[in-house]
């Protein structure tokens, strides 16, 4: 059975959109693409690079991986490690509107979400990474799917936008396994969930 970790971009207020550039995702009137430029330093890409290692698979939405495959299979520098990780390993979109997907090593998971997410982590072996995706993450935080959350959170707030935690799903508790904070800012954080959500009084 394969485990499933999430890692993801946020800003102070939670919001996932198009982290990478104004143009990667307008959708729904978003203007603020591009925020997370000013805070990448090496600090963050050896993060980045770590994590992407022990990918064994990566598991996209189908906004993500549209976005993602229209840029990493043009990398072909061979220096460029999170191009030959992103190229070579297993990828599954979790899409009921994509009837093909032409990146190499892709495979297509229709039907319901949930029960698509729960068959694979089932069938698979390894870590699975959700990278992005921030509506299939959403989903996946609501029904308890994830085994490990990296949250990396920017220093800055945005006001609009697409955020990762929805409304919904059962109350959960997780612990906190790791935390550090890159020289620009970032602050990443590790979390593993630790059944459901614990409630009392403040003070007794």
Excluded at 7 to 24: C, R, S
Excluded at 37 to 59: H, Q
Excluded at 129 to 146: D, E, I, M, P
Excluded at 193 to 202: I, M, Q, S, Y
């Amino acid at each position: 059975m394969a485990t499933l970790t999430l890692n993801a971009f946020l800003t102070l207020d939670g919001v996932m959109q198009a982290p990478g550039g104004p143009e990667e995702d307008p959708s729904d009137g978003f203007t603020g693409g591009g925020w997370q430029a000013p805070f990448v330093d090496e600090d963050l890409i050896r993060f980045v690079t770590g994590y992407l290692g022990r990918a064994d698979g990566i598991l996209l939405g189908r906004r993500t991986y549209q976005i993602f495959a229209g840029y990493w299979p043009k990398v072909t520098d061979e220096d460029d490690r999170i191009a030959g990780i992103l190229n070579s390993r297993p990828k599954y979109v979790v899409s009921s509107t994509l009837t093909s997907a032409d990146w190499k090593h892709t495979t297509l998971l229709g039907g319901d979400p949930v029960a698509a997410v729960t068959r694979l982590k089932e069938e698979a072996e390894g870590e699975i990474q959700v990278h992005g995706s921030t509506r299939l993450a959403g989903t996946l935080v609501a029904h308890g799917l994830l085994d490990e959350l990296n949250l990396l959170v920017h220093p800055v707030f945005l006001g609009q936008g697409r955020r990762l935690f929805p409304d919904g799903g059962a109350p959960a508790a997780y612990a906190l396994t790791g935390q550090s904070t890159t020289g620009a800012g970032v602050v990443v954080t590790t979390y593993r969930p630790e059944g459901p959500a614990r409630f009392g009084l403040v003070g007794e």
